[in-house]
Every structure is written in C-alpha cells, then in structure tokens.
T-cell receptor, first 115, second 112 residues
Framework: DQQVKQNSPSLSVQEGRISILNCDYTNSMFDYFLWYKKYPAEGPTFLISISSIKDKNEDGRFTVFLNKSAKHLSLHIVPSQPGDSAVYFCAASAMGGGSQGNLIFGKGTKLSVKP | DTEVTQTPKHLVMGMTNKKSLKCEQH?????MYWYKQKAKKPPELMFV???????INESVPSRFSPECPNSSLLNLHLHALQPEDSALYLC???????????FGSGTRLTVV
C-alpha cells in the first residue's frame, strides 16, 4: 500500500509560469512533510518542509500548501526556471518518532521547464 | 560545512568481494541513515543510526553491515552481494529533530 502518492509522473511547464506538483497521503499519523529535488546521478536535496500545524510555508519561489482534511499537499514554484528541471519527491514522516522517524517517499514527479 | 560526503562515487565489485562505502558529515547531526535507490524509484530506507547506535534496520540482508565509528562517520560494509543489489546507495544525516535530511550524492554500486 502506497502511503505517499505522486500521481503525475511528469510535468512540463513554460519558463516563467507556475509549476504545481501534487502529493497525496493516506496515513493520518503523518505530521511532517518535505519536498526533495533530485538531479540525475545526485542525491536528493532538501527543498522545503511543512509541519501539520501549518497550512502554508513559503521560501523564495517555493511554496508548499497542506490540506490536512484532504490529505493533500502541493508544491508551487513561481516563476519556474529551466534550472528547476529535476525529479521532485514528496516525503512524509510521523515526527513523534524523532530522529528515528522513517521518511516515506512518493515515486516522484519529473518536472521539465522549457525556455 | 553543510555537506554529506560519500566515497567512492562509483564502485564495481564481484559477488565474492568485500568492500565498504563511506559517509562523512561535520554538521553535528546525531542521526545518520543509509538509503538504497534503484533507477526511477524513490530512496528506500535501510538503516538508521541515532547517537552512534543502530536504531532501525529495515530487514536488510546480512550481506549489508553498517557501522558508525563516531558521530561524523557512517560505513556500509558489503560482502557477497548479488547483481540485484546494484543501485545508488545514499547516505543522509539529520538533527535529532528530524528536520530536513541532508543527503550525500551517493555511491553508484554495480555488482557483477
């Protein structure tokens, strides 16, 4: 059973426009959510996170929205740049586990930003 | 220093070989992790070390043996691997608050 789902394997956006990446989860115990960006042949890079006590977190061009009732989160990138082209992973954990919390990853969405 | 450094970047080994993957961080993180990533799949957790003690082993076969000699170093000893163990092995670290794992760039392992 997939606890973290990214239903769109790929997304193509024009440079300067908004990229919206979506993520759904099924485990109501998840209370901390993260987005990672991964370039080919590199490890994932932490991008932005949100705790379940918030519904929005913003960092520069990146904003994560959390809808707990729908068990849905999304990552907005505005404006999109060609350098944003990468695979984006959504991840979730139950923070009550502290450093032992297991990060559950979605399968990723490949974002292509075209000049 | 805000990086997790993994060596080697690439490794080809035979099924009878013994090799080790190394991971190092100097961010003062007291939790360190090994992940395995197959092509086009998300990383899968293998081991978690918390304060240099193994706290999670996700039912990993014994041919993978982790070691945490000190708070900055994490090793993964490999012995008698199978071709299906070929993957990208990622090390990560985090503070004990579990905020924002920092991943290394990985070791690309090929078992022949």
């Amino acid at each position: 059973d997939q606890q973290v789902k990214q239903n769109s394997p790929s997304l193509s956006v024009q440079e300067g426009r908004i990229s919206i990446l979506n993520c759904d989860y099924t485990n109501s115990m998840f209370d901390y959510f993260l987005w990672y960006k991964k370039y080919p042949a590199e490890g994932p890079t932490f991008l932005i996170s949100i705790s379940s006590i918030k519904d929005k977190n913003e960092d520069g061009r990146f904003t994560v929205f959390l809808n707990k009732s729908a068990k849905h989160l999304s990552l907005h990138i505005v404006p999109s740049q060609p350098g944003d082209s990468a695979v984006y992973f959504c991840a979730a954990s139950a923070m009550g586990g502290g450093s032992q919390g297991n990060l559950i990853f979605g399968k990723g969405t490949k974002l292509s930003v075209k000049p | 220093d805000t990086e997790v450094t993994q060596t080697p970047k690439h490794l080809v080994m035979g099924m009878t070989n013994k090799k080790s993957l190394k991971c190092e961080q100097h961010m003062g993180h007291r939790a360190m992790y090994w992940y395995k990533q197959k092509a086009k799949k998300p990383p899968e957790l293998m081991f978690v070390y918390s304060y240099e003690k193994l706290s999670i082993n996700e039912s990993v076969p014994s041919r993978f043996s982790p070691e945490c000699p000190n708070s900055s170093l994490l090793n993964l000893h490999l012995h008698a691997l199978q071709p299906e163990d070929s993957a990208l092995y990622l090390c990560a670290s985090s503070s004990v608050s579990n905020y924002g794992y920092t991943f290394g760039s990985g070791t690309r392992l090929t078992v022949v």
